[in-house]
């Protein structure tokens, strides 16, 4: 048996689309599938070119199949529904929790949503429309159900029997509540395996605990839970009765969520762009943030244009513009990409602003005036012109300082006006540093050497 630890996926893709047997193609998925996580299956089947997705499907057991189709980025999961036949496109619908369908939801066309919630139980459908009274960027949609409650009427003895049965993941605490649901305390697991069957459970219960709110926005939240060193936090609503958790897992996961869709909207892409999807989409989601950076390139061109006669007359400052301009965006996207960041996980705020941008500013300073004193020494070196090295050299720290001050300055005022800085900022940086560099070396340029 041939084994594909995660690291070597991309083996595992070269083989498959290299087979040219059905029964070499059979067996490389079915050791796939032993050595291979869900996730990593998922990448593989989305690596995999849509004209041959369908045979590489079919040849996937019905388990994995059912757990490849919920971990899929939206767009894929939506063209398998839509490629696959009708009875085989419910059948995997049959086995959909409540989380996996309030995924779905927001993907797959309404008539496979109906289908999937007359799958659901009783209690499965409670939690549903429960998850429907918020909406999705709250915390109340997205809860989790796998937890253990007590009422004030329970005993030692009962409670320990109920864990006997198992407890879900990231279990540490048992949820006591009110006869009429409210949530009044915790008790701890370790407390109540040691406790005797006489003891009081009123008693071991801890009263002074944390909870998150149902309308709480989920990102926030998971923040909370991950700075809370605990496996899970109870999640209640405004009339403080228990209606969920979160636990570690899903923070974590929800954080990356954001990192993943602020790495995406840097480059103008979707966070969920299928790897193979369509031209005609991939073009569209890309298009037009190429517009945008045509504008303000020819923003940045009409400065140049205004020194066309320093130009001509200094052929030099031609040559030497790239080298301004890129180490400005170079300069500034460090910066940018250190502020979405903060910002996307709610470390940047009014009060920390100003010492981050002076950290920010004596950054850009420093390395502003050590690379600018390399690529003078180097213009020197090329051109035995003096004054053309002290132009370059000005013109290169004060963009860099320039860089710095954009790169705080501009997502924060994004991130103001409710643009998210991680999908506009790079685009309008780049011109900004841009036209500083281009107006500072050509205009200095202008003064000391005509």
């Not at 490389?28 to 995999?48: G, K, M, V, Y």
């Not at 060193?229 to 009339?239: I, L, S, W």
Request: net charge negative; proline share 2%; hydrophobic share 45%.
């Amino acid at each position: 048996m041939i084994e594909y630890p995660g690291d070597q996926l991309p083996q595992l893709i070269n083989d498959l689309l290299q087979c040219e047997t059905h029964t070499q193609k059979s067996q490389l998925l079915a050791d796939a599938q032993l050595n291979l996580s869900t996730e990593h299956l998922s990448l593989l089947f989305e690596a995999i070119p849509k004209e041959q997705r369908l045979e590489i499907w079919q040849l996937l057991d019905k388990d994995t199949q059912h757990e490849i189709f919920v971990t899929l980025s939206d767009d894929s999961c939506l063209w398998l529904l839509q490629t696959l036949d009708d009875s085989e496109a419910y059948a995997l619908l049959d086995e959909v929790n409540v989380e996996e369908l309030l995924e779905l939801e927001e993907v797959i066309p309404e008539r496979f949503v109906d289908y999937a919630k007359k799958q659901l139980d009783e209690a499965q459908t409670k939690q549903y429309d429960l998850a429907q009274q918020y909406p999705p960027e709250q915390l109340g949609h997205w809860v989790g159900f796998d937890f253990l409650k007590i009422t004030e009427k329970a005993t030692i003895a009962g409670v320990k029997k109920l864990l006997h049965k198992g407890l879900p993941q990231y279990s540490e605490v048992v949820y006591l509540v009110s006869r009429q649901g409210s949530l009044i305390g915790e008790l701890a697991v370790n407390d109540l395996i040691k406790a005797d069957e006489g003891d009081n459970l009123l008693a071991l219960a801890n009263y002074d605990f944390s909870s998150l709110h149902a309308d709480d926005d989920l990102y926030e939240a998971a923040e909370v839970v991950i700075h809370s060193e605990k496996m899970a936090m109870p999640v209640v609503n405004t009339d403080n009765k228990l209606v969920g958790r979160l636990t570690i897992s899903s923070a974590y996961e929800l954080r990356q969520e954001i990192a993943d869709e602020a790495a995406a909207k840097a480059g103008g892409l979707r966070e969920d762009e299928d790897l193979f999807a369509s031209v005609r989409k991939s073009a569209k989601n890309r298009g037009i943030w190429l517009g945008i950076n045509l504008a303000t390139a020819f923003l940045a061109s009409w400065f140049i244009g205004l020194f066309g006669a320093t130009i001509e007359q200094v052929v030099a400052l031609a040559v030497l513009m790239p080298v301004v301009a890129s180490m400005g965006g170079i300069a500034g996207s460090q910066t940018l990409t250190v502020i979405v960041r903060g910002l996307a996980l709610g470390q940047v705020t009014d009060s920390n602003r100003n010492a981050l941008l002076k950290k920010e500013l004596r950054v850009g300073a420093v390395n502003g005036l050590v690379w600018a004193l390399v690529i003078g020494a180097l213009t020197f070196v090329w051109y035995s012109d003096i004054m053309l090295s002290i132009t370059i050299t000005v013109a290169i720290l004060l963009n860099l300082v320039a860089a710095s001050l954009a790169g705080v300055v501009i997502p924060s005022i994004l991130d103001k006006m409710k643009i998210d800085p991680a999908l506009s900022g790079s685009v309008i940086l780049t011109t900004v540093t841009d036209i500083v560099g281009f107006v500072t070396f050509l205009g200095l340029g202008s003064l000391l050497l005509l």
